[in-house]
């Protein structure tokens, strides 16, 4: 991609639900747009709660006039999946949702697909369509690295190793990363060593670091001063990927932490259901 006047065409990319993957997504868009193109970001109601995402769209569609957003509804029923996790749903939410993808991208096609991880499914479109696709790949190449090597046949590392199996069908990789940073792993993975022998790795396309913004209205003032009220050592701070769970200790006098209580101070992360 070169720099320039914009009209140079529309990227699509497809994040999957939650606002984790819409973050960085927006934030690739905001670098594609940069480099004289238009993005169309796709967004897909999950059936589990991903916490909302409204007031964000409205404003990156305000302040970014070169990103646009279009709704794929989602598949009116799903099969029956009994793993307690939203990812394994997530895999079976955008897998159906293939014809609805299919039908936006005959209608105005795009220079080129790009999709996080969990879309993997989506190449088979692209490829119907003769679209370029990317996978966009939010973590580290180390990360990426270690995906990429699971062991195949484990029921339980399925959701994980699905875009090792998947990968060489699309056109490349993105990854959140800088080449200085993570040499020895993008080495592994551009030679090979990755993936299973025989099975060819796509190129792969160092992009980061992509940094979010500032983000307002999740709390940060009242958070701060929250905690300078706090006794020295009495909070413990938990982060399980975008979920974040601050712990403060019951006024005991012991050591322990088994009085620990929630803190109702808003520190960002979708509400989980119930």
């Keep these: 991609m070169s720099g320039g006047a914009r009209d140079n065409g529309t990227l699509v990319l497809y994040p999957s639900p939650g606002m984790g993957h819409l973050v960085s997504m927006v934030q690739l868009g905001k ?59 997530a895999f079976d939410i955008l897998r159906l949702n293939n014809p609805n993808l299919r039908a936006f991208l005959l209608s105005s096609p795009p220079r080129a697909l790009i999709f996080d991880f969990f879309c993997i499914h989506a190449v088979d479109v ?21 995906l990429l090597h699971i062991p195949r046949g484990q029921k339980h590392t ?5 875009l090792g ?34 099975v060819p ?16 209205n999740i709390g940060q003032v009242d958070c701060i001063a929250w905690l300078g009220t706090q006794p020295k050592g009495s909070v413990v701070f938990l982060c399980f990927r975008k979920s974040w769970v ?10 322990r932490w ?12 979708a509400k989980p259901a119930g």
């Design 165 to 198: 199996s998947i990968s060489p069908d699309c056109d490349g990789i993105m990854v959140n990363t800088v080449e200085a940073l993570e040499p020895r792993a993008l080495e592994a993975i551009t030679a090979g060593r990755c993936t299973l022998e025989g």
């Design 126 to 146: 692209a490829k119907e369509l003769a679209i370029p696709c990317y996978c966009f790949f939010t973590s580290s190449a180390n990360g990426l690295a270690c």
């Design 201 to 216: 790795t796509p190129p792969i396309y160092c992009i980061g670091p992509l940094i979010t913004e500032g983000r307002e």
């Design 31 to 89: 670098l594609i747009v940069s480099q004289g193109f238009s993005v169309t970001i796709l967004i897909v109601k999950a059936h589990y709660n991903t916490g909302s995402t409204d007031s964000f769209i409205a404003r990156v569609s305000s302040a970014n006039p070169s990103i646009s957003f279009h709704t794929l509804q989602p598949p009116a029923s799903l099969p029956h999946n009994p793993s307690p996790h939203h990812e394994a749903h």
């Design 246 to 255: 601050v712990l403060r200790r019951a006024a005991q006098r012991d050591s």
């Design 258 to 269: 088994a009085g620990e209580e929630r803190a109702e101070v808003p520190v960002g992360g």
């Design 158 to 162: 399925r959701v994980f190793f699905m």
